[in-house]
């Protein structure tokens, strides 16, 4: 499943874009300011991220430009307003990857998504991530440790690739949220460490740490 950030400070574009790309299946988070997409976009995993160029506290050009300065090599579609060349020009070289001019038709911009993510994953796939023994092979959805295959509920699976793909990093429970419930839980809610217990009971509680204050991390 697909993970996208929006970064949208219109809540009318933000509902119109989060309802289309839920409804054909992908995972969505919204936030509507620059500083918010940048904290986001370097604490959890996503697939895909459309970032509005008009934002509150800061140009979406600048955003683009310090997360890709910062190492973060996320796909980008930018949203813009703009039709000048200049401003098309100015988007690319920074490190998008597409653009749309609003006023924009949903079947158009998820048909610039899709082909993104078919073009990143010919060329980023990665299949089986692993942890010493333990294995999670994304392609046949199977779980495995040395004592013999494991079943993981949907959202377990996604969770544990989450830990794989972050392994020894802290993420908080706002960031599991993020990245695997894409928000549509409240952040005071115990769903995280339900699950993490869930997985600990299934895959041995020694494999994932509580960072007091802090959150989890699969070391």
Not at 59 to 67: A, M, P
Not at 119 to 144: C, F, N, P, Q
């Amino acid at each position: 499943m697909n993970r996208i950030l929006i970064v949208e400070d219109s809540e009318r574009i933000a509902s119109f874009i989060q309802k289309g790309l839920r409804a054909k299946g992908f995972t969505t988070t919204v936030v509507g300011d620059g500083a918010s997409a940048i904290d986001y976009a370097a604490g959890a995993e996503f697939d895909m991220i459309i970032l509005d160029i008009g934002l509150p506290d800061r140009d979406g050009f600048s955003v683009l430009d310090e997360l890709r300065g910062s190492g973060v090599r996320t796909p980008v579609i930018i949203l813009t307003a703009r039709d000048s060349v200049r401003d098309t020009v100015t988007g690319l070289e920074g490190g998008a990857d597409d653009y749309m001019t609003k006023p924009f038709r949903f079947e158009e911009l998820l048909a610039r998504i899709r082909l993104r993510l078919r073009t990143e994953e010919r060329h980023t796939e990665v299949t089986v991530l692993t942890a010493g023994d333990l294995s999670l092979d994304i392609h046949t959805r199977r779980v495995s440790t040395a004592g013999g295959p494991v079943d993981l509920t949907a959202r377990e699976f996604v969770l544990l690739e989450l830990f794989l793909r972050h392994r020894g990093q802290v993420l908080s429970r706002e960031q599991i949220l993020s990245g695997v419930w894409g928000y549509d839980f409240d952040p005071g809610s115990n769903v995280v460490d339900v699950n993490v217990r869930s997985l600990r009971r299934k895959l041995g509680a020694q494999r994932f740490e509580t960072v007091r204050g802090m959150g989890y991390r699969l070391p």
